[in-house]
């Protein structure tokens, strides 16, 4: 979704990680800016990046980037953070064709109910949340909201169910599930998870000539021979 938001950025010259530390301590962030032509390495605000990433929109905000004075509509594909300040350590931007199609991400936000809750004691999962979708820069919705109230035991909605309008193409899989209502029967059952073998005896095991051997008849020794009479 495009917003009326300005992001001014200044072109850097010097890369690595002390002049990027540099940066930080003056209270900016290293950025580079892709798409058409070669890329561009910049700084900019990490307060303001932050506001762009908290909004409604969120990522899929497409903004005015000004690069000493040449102004040109851009939107965040990826960004780093501290793990443990959370502040914004590094960012890239790319330049927005607004006639030309792109690839957006798009959150799934349900309402109501379920009927399979409320009235036959099923228990309600979201399983997706978010969806893929090919549309013009200026048509990416903040989110697609689906009303689940009339949803039963053992249905669902699908990707498929969320309603494109204006240019909008759907790219994820049209059977994705995004959320149902299952039985707690089945959720357990899915939350055991497969039975465990049974556990082998412990012992070592009896070679077969050996286990035969001891279950053969036992053979008698052979008669001696009797000693010859002795002649009177």
Known sequence: MRKDITLVAEPRETRGKNAARRLRVAHKSPAVLYGGGEPLAVTVSPKEVTKILMSPSSYNTIFN????????????????THPIKGNVLHVDLKRVDL???MVAKVPVVTTGDPHGVKLQGGHYELVNREVEI???PDEIPENFTIDVA?????????AKDIPMTGSMRLMSDPELV???????REEAAAEAGPAEPEVAKKGKKEEPAAKAAKS???KSAPAKAAAPAKKK
């Open 150 to 158: 009339a949803l039963k035991l053992n249905e669902s909605v699908r």
């Open 178 to 184: 995004i959320s149902h209502v299952v039985s707690l």
């Open 134 to 136: 090919e549309t013009l």
């Open 99 to 101: 006639n030309k199609k």
């Open 216 to 218: 053969a008849p036992a």
């Open 65 to 80: 980037l000004e690069v000493q004075g040449q102004v040109t509509p851009v939107i965040i594909i990826d960004w780093q």
